[in-house]
């Protein structure tokens, strides 16, 4: 079956650019969409089509996805960003989501 | 704006069965697809299936086939996703999610319920 893998944590200073991978098996291949949840909440999608934004999400989130890896990219990191982050894409009639990655905002 | 309105929390036997809906309010089903995510405590998120209600079609993840059932009404745009032979690893929040891509998933899932609990324990 498909995997998905992501680094447990990342830290970043507020105010500085965080990036979070996703690796897969020619994943820049298929569409790439990450997801923030906060303790006690539902997830919200951040990133779709690999590097789209929905409404209300701003502007220092982005995404790429190439080769076997996609990557959200946080720039001008806020306390607020603190989170779990996972990336999600589709397989063989499957979705699949990375294990996760907790973003701590120092 | 369509909302995902979930049923109340539940606590099962081991060994008994699981039936948690998923109501779309301030809007109906239309076309659109309703995915099953759970999470168990610390744990990620882990895709369970889909229903294409419009269509009657579902898609279940491989680990959960024959254990998971999801069924939507669409006179009530009210999906449901029933779980038969609970046990304690099947402790975890459970939450629907709208989906809009009938042969991918580049547009994610953009509306998500408030999460069910369901806690398996003798």
């Known amino acids: 079956s498909y995997e998905l893998t992501q680094p447990p944590s990342v830290s970043v200073s507020p105010g500085q650019t965080a990036s979070i991978t996703c690796s897969g098996d020619?994943?820049?291949?298929?569409?790439a969409c990450w997801y923030q949840q906060k303790p006690g909440q539902s997830p919200v999608l951040v990133i779709y089509q690999d590097s789209k934004r929905p409404s209300g999400i701003p502007e220092r989130f982005s995404g790429s996805n190439s080769g076997n890896t996609a990557t959200l990219t946080i720039s001008g990191t806020q306390a607020m960003d603190e989170g779990e982050y996972y990336c999600q894409a589709w397989d063989s009639n499957t979705e699949v989501f990375g294990g996760g990655t907790k973003l701590t905002v120092l | 704006q369509v909302q995902l309105v979930q049923s109340g929390a539940e606590v099962k036997k081991p060994g008994s069965s699981v039936k948690v809906s998923c109501k779309a309010s301030?809007?109906?089903?239309?076309?659109?697809?309703v995915n099953w995510v759970r999470q168990a405590p610390g744990e990620g998120l882990e895709w369970m299936g889909r229903?294409?209600?419009?269509?009657?079609?579902?898609n279940y993840a491989q680990k959960f086939q024959g254990r998971v059932t999801i069924t939507a009404d669409k006179s009530t745009s009210t999906a449901y996703m029933e779980l038969s032979s609970l046990r304690s690893e099947d402790t975890a929040v459970y939450y629907c999610?709208?989906?809009?891509?009938?042969?991918?998933?580049?547009?994610?899932?953009?509306?998500w319920g408030q999460g069910t609990t369901v806690t398996v324990s003798s």
């Open positions: 229903i294409i209600p419009i269509l009657g079609i579902t």
């Open positions: 999610a709208r989906g809009v891509d009938y042969y991918d998933s580049k547009n994610g899932m953009d509306v």
């Open positions: 301030g809007g109906t089903f239309s076309s659109y697809i």
């Open positions: 020619k994943l820049g291949d298929k569409y």
